[in-house]
């Protein structure tokens, strides 16, 4: 079984940067890892996602040049830094993993995930 736990959420002010952090418990060296997000009132998005090795990752248009998304497999963790945000990156974040070890959009092949963490971009 696997447990995701995500941290570094915040309020933070448009152009600012935070970083997330999603610790994973169990096994998952050979997972792939995705960050969804979802706003008040829309559907939960994908956001970005590494592969097992790390060597390949994939973002949405939106976020591309501004957000990294990286992991550390000795220290099962996965980060998202972001950077210049903007008020329409608030959202909860969501951090998930996936069994398979490519990279993965569909938020249905995901198998577990974290319960998230708030950020907020004020203008």
């Known amino acids: 079984q696997v447990q995701l736990v995500e941290s570094g959420g915040g309020l933070v002010q448009a152009g600012g940067s935070l970083r997330l952090s999603c610790a994973a418990s169990?096994?998952?060296?050979?997972?792939?890892m995705g960050w969804f997000r979802q706003a008040p009132g829309k559907e939960r998005e994908f956001v970005a996602a590494?592969?097992?090795?790390?060597?390949?990752?994939k973002y949405t248009n939106s976020v591309k040049g501004r957000f990294t998304i990286s992991r550390d497999n000795a220290k099962n963790t996965v980060s998202l830094q972001m950077n210049s945000l903007k008020p329409e990156d608030t959202a909860v974040y969501y951090c998930a993993a996936d069994q398979s070890s490519g990279l993965v959009v569909l938020m249905s092949a995901y198998d577990y995930w974290g319960q998230g963490t708030q950020v907020t971009v004020s203008s």
């Open positions: 590494i592969t097992w090795n790390g060597l390949s990752t």
């Open positions: 169990g096994r998952t060296f050979r997972y792939a």
